[in-house]
């Protein structure tokens, strides 16, 4: 199976989002799948305004059509509501392709603590873009019903387990002295 994976948030990023994608990109080959990401390396980027270390792609949805079909996933998912996020749907929808989306980060909270931005305002821009999506990953319960409570549909939860081969469930020294 091949899956391409669509995501603004990619190294050299340092945060959550990215660790869990890295994660699954390289773990992919275990389950027998072929992933690719797809993120904002290869277009033209700038600095967000208010966070100069998130760069964002300046692309084309006919760029990032092309891009898709070179690798001819047999699904696509898109981790970011950023523009990657964005132009992939736009052709996943533009192409009648089907694709499941995942929401990482309390985006709504986030725009409300640094603007005067209602949260309702983001939740409608975040449901517009997860609306066709075969499916919206979660990671917790929380997370869910709280997707839930402001009018999401389709919530798959996705738990990200934990790697035993950096944690086990006994360590021979807890200062490891």
Same mark, same amino acid.
Request: charged share 20%.
């Given at each position: ?8 948030? %990619? ?5 959550? =989002?990215?660790?869990? @994608? ?5 773990? *992919?080959?275990?389950?027998? =799948?072929? *992933?690719?990401? !797809?993120? #904002? ?10 966070? #100069? ?33 964005? !132009?992939?749907? *736009?052709?996943? @929808? ?18 409300? *603590?640094? %603007?005067?931005? #209602? ?6 821009? !975040? ?29 798959? &939860? %996705?738990? &990200?387990?934990?790697?035993?081969? @950096?944690?086990? #469930? ?6 490891? !002295?």
């Amino acid at each position: 199976m091949r899956v391409l994976i669509a995501t603004d948030a %990619w190294r050299p990023q340092i945060n959550g =989002v990215v660790r869990s @994608l890295e994660r699954m990109f390289e773990a *992919a080959p275990d389950f027998g =799948v072929t *992933a690719q990401m !797809l993120t #904002p390396e290869g277009f033209r980027q700038v600095g967000l305004p208010s966070y #100069p270390d998130i760069r964002i792609a300046l692309a084309s949805q006919q760029q990032v059509a092309k891009r898709i079909a070179e690798f001819g996933p047999d699904h696509i998912h898109i981790a970011t509501e950023g523009p990657i996020g964005w !132009l992939a749907r *736009a052709a996943c @929808l533009a192409q009648k392709r089907s694709f499941t989306t995942s929401y990482h980060t309390r985006f709504p909270q986030y725009v409300a *603590a640094r %603007w005067p931005i #209602p949260e309702s305002w983001s939740y409608r821009f !975040l449901r517009r873009f997860h609306a066709p999506a075969a499916g919206v990953m979660v990671s917790t319960a929380t997370v869910e019903a709280e997707l839930r409570e402001h009018g999401f549909e389709r919530i798959l &939860r %996705w738990g &990200r387990g934990v790697d035993l081969s @950096l944690f086990h #469930p006994r360590a021979a020294s807890v200062l490891d !002295l």
